[in-house]
Structures are given as structure tokens and as C-alpha cells.
């Protein structure tokens, strides 16, 4: 079938977006007759450059018309049209909201091609795509494994509203080709902890002979949470050192971890691979930052690894780690400036106690500890007096002249 057709119809689509300029471009393009250009080999580069017209005109438009002209695309004759405006939709994403319907309607177009793109725009959208579910599902038995990958795909990206599709993307997690697996497995993390019923399945998928079934399916255990926690467990003593390191790292995503959960990862920092044990440490350091002492130095060690995975990660991590320390006492200092206020003396003395304890860390609250110095109450003024030498930076030494001024020791 000649593509001049669809070429001419893409042209001719685009005067009523009211671009005057490329008139000019699509007057010369309908000037060539079909045989010219097949003459001149020129078919496969109109097509390319009237696509590309095509898109830079739509992207002229606010997102709304983009948006509109695109959802009526998609009853267009063409299917190379439907598809491209399928495809086009996805780039924005919950920005296309209004599209699900006229999107779940060509799921069960002719062409495989719009099929594909619909689904993958529909999980673009995300959780604003929750009336396609349904549909979604019924994709999941399509003949085309491209498109089942898409739907599987979609069925993620709305998330926990796709609670229905569980029973169906752990059935997926068999699929005959592997992409369709792989993307059944993320999506079941991403549906999160209401894919509880999935954990059994995602355990198999631990056993599975492809590396990124049994990765992905490590990680999606941890989106699951709390229910995934033993699996998890008996993750860290599996025989592939990648799933090892990635059951240890993915615990990092589940809050408030259990004793048998810390005591699993403190035994995996005597796994024989260096990459595991940084993946252990890093998760330990986080959650439990008594075991600085054993963790810090592993994590140190692993950044000068010959292993290139283990020595980016650790060195990744330190950093992260000092981010995050570094935030978290930013954090405490504002909270304890804000009790000094406190109208309770106990609370204004125990907050310049434990500024005193911080050290150096405190600095930023030294002006706050010099107010209090002339605070109503002997205790919280001594209190802020000794925060101020344990602090010693030079403003808070000049600070101590007042307080002895002030006859505070």
C-alpha cells in the first residue's frame, strides 16, 4: 500500500490547527504526484519530514488543544495516525486525563500498533487512568506480546488503583516472553502494599533463570512491604549474589523495620561478597545509625572496591549518607531554637542542653543561645552558658564574655 495517501492526510490535518506559515511547505509537498516521487526515492523522506511538521506544529499549541486535536486522532482513518496520536498523548502524561475514554476504546483497535500505544499512554496518565483497568486486563490476553508488555506496563503506572489487575499480572509473571514478565513483576511492586496476595508469586520469581525477573522481583517485594519482610529475609541467603545485595538494599524502602529484619542485615555484613555487605550497611546505617561503627568502615572500604558496582554504590552512598545526616541535624537544631521559646523552663533548659551536646553541629543556633542567656530563668540561662563553650565557635566564645558579665557560670 503506498504511503503518499497517508502522507497527504497528515498535511492535510494540519491547516485546521490555523498555522499559516507552513502553507507554503504543504503546497509544496502536494505539489509532487505520487510517481515523481517514487521516482526519486523520496517517499521515506517525506514521510519522515511531514511527521516531524507534524509534531513541531501540534507542540505549537497550548496543551489543551495538543491534547484535544490528538484524542481526535484517534478515530482518524489511518492507522499509522491513530497510533502516532496514541503515542503523542503519553507525553503528558496526567496532562491527558481527558483522553482515557477515547484511549480504552482503541485497546481493541485492528492495529496492533495504536493497541500498543494506547496502553502505554494509559500508564503515562497514571493514576488518572484508573476507568481503564478493566480493559487493561482484557489486554493482557492479547495476541501481541508488545502489547501485553504495555499493558502490564500501564497497570503499574496507575498504581494502587489497580488493586483488580493483582490476580492477573501474577499470572502474567508466566508469560511465554520475558518482557511481559519482567514488566508483570514491577508493576505488582507498584501497585504497592494492597499486591499483598502477590507475595508468594514474587517469592517463585526469585527462582526464576532470567536475572531480571529475579532482581525486579526482589524489589517489588520491598514496594509490598511489611508482608514481604520474611521473603525478604530468606532473600539474603540466596545463591545469587545480586539477589542477595538486592534484598539487602530494597529493606531501605520499608519503614519501621522488624528485629529479625536488622538482625538479617547485620548477619549479611559477614556475606563473602563486598557488594552485598555494602548493600547491608547502607541500609543499616540508615535505620539503625548505633551500627556506624561496623557500617561506616565496610562502606568506606567498598569505595576503593575493583568492582566497579560496589565501588560507584559505596561511594554513592557515603555521600547520600552525609546529605542526610547533614539534613537531619539542620532538622534538630531548628526544632531545638523553637524550644528555647518554649514558655516552660524545663523545655527552654533541656533544648540548650542537648544544643550544648551537638557541638560544633549547633553553630547556627548560637544567636538563639546568647537571647538565652538573659533568659528569666538561672537554670536555662547556665544551661545556654555551657552550650556556648561546648559550640565554641568565635561568636559563641565572644558570647561567653557576656555571660560572666551577667555573672553566669
Not at 509532487?32 to 513541531?56: E, K
Not at 538486592?246 to 520499608?254: E, W
Request: net charge positive; hydrophobic share 45%.
Amino acid at each position: 500500500m503506498s504511503r503518499i495517501p497517508f502522507i497527504l492526510r497528515l498535511f492535510n490535518s494540519l491547516p485546521h490547527l490555523g498555522q499559516s506559515s507552513i502553507q507554503p511547505k504543504i503546497a509544496l509537498a502536494k505539489a509532487f504526484s505520487a510517481r515523481s516521487l517514487l521516482r526519486h526515492g523520496m517517499v521515506t523522506l517525506l514521510l519522515s519530514c511531514a511527521l516531524t511538521l507534524y509534531q513541531s506544529v501540534i507542540f505549537a499549541q497550548s496543551k489543551e488543544a495538543q491534547i484535544r486535536f490528538l484524542t481526535h486522532q484517534l478515530s482518524d482513518k489511518d492507522a499509522a495516525i491513530r497510533s502516532q496520536a496514541a503515542k503523542q498523548l503519553g507525553t503528558f502524561h496526567h496532562q491527558a486525563r481527558e483522553a482515557v475514554y477515547p484511549l480504552i476504546e482503541v485497546l481493541s483497535d485492528e492495529s496492533r500498533y495504536v493497541r500498543r500505544n494506547a496502553a502505554f499512554a494509559l500508564g503515562q496518565i497514571g493514576e488518572g487512568a484508573g476507568e481503564s483497568v478493566p480493559a487493561l486486563i482484557q489486554t493482557l490476553e492479547d495476541s501481541d506480546w508488545t502489547v501485553r508488555a504495555n499493558a502490564t506496563f500501564a497497570l503499574g503506572g496507575i498504581g494502587e488503583s489497580a488493586k483488580a489487575a493483582v490476580p492477573f499480572l501474577i499470572t502474567a509473571i508466566d508469560d511465554v516472553n520475558w518482557e511481559v514478565s519482567v514488566n508483570a513483576v514491577k508493576s505488582l511492586g507498584q501497585i504497592g502494599p494492597v499486591a499483598s496476595s502477590a507475595v508468594p508469586a514474587l517469592s517463585n520469581a526469585l527462582r526464576s533463570e532470567n536475572e531480571m525477573i529475579r532482581n525486579n522481583a526482589v524489589l517489588a517485594l520491598a514496594e509490598i512491604g511489611q508482608t514481604a519482610i520474611p521473603t525478604l529475609i530468606g532473600a539474603l541467603k540466596d545463591t545469587d549474589k545480586i539477589v542477595r545485595r538486592s534484598a539487602a538494599f530494597s529493606m531501605s524502602r520499608i519503614d519501621k523495620l522488624p528485629k529479625a529484619a536488622i538482625l538479617a542485615l547485620t548477619t549479611a555484613l559477614k556475606d563473602r561478597e563486598i557488594s552485598v555487605r555494602v548493600s547491608a550497611s547502607v541500609v543499616l546505617a540508615l535505620v539503625d545509625p548505633s551500627t556506624r561503627p561496623k557500617t561506616m568502615p565496610i562502606l568506606i572500604g567498598g569505595a576503593k572496591s575493583e568492582d566497579e558496582f560496589t565501588r560507584v554504590f559505596a561511594s554513592y552512598s557515603l555521600k547520600k549518607i552525609r546529605e542526610l545526616d547533614v539534613l537531619a541535624i539542620e532538622k534538630r537544631v531548628k526544632s531545638l531554637i523553637q524550644q528555647l521559646r518554649h514558655q516552660q523552663a524545663a523545655r527552654r533548659y533541656q533544648a540548650a542542653t542537648a544544643l550544648g551536646e551537638m557541638g560544633k553541629s549547633a553553630t547556627r543556633a548560637v544567636p538563639n543561645l546568647i537571647v538565652a542567656l538573659k533568659d528569666k530563668d538561672e537554670k536555662v540561662r547556665s544551661s545556654a552558658y555551657q552550650a556556648l563553650k561546648q559550640v565554641g565557635s568565635p561568636e559563641a566564645i565572644r558570647a561567653l564574655n557576656l555571660g560572666m558579665n551577667l555573672g553566669i557560670k
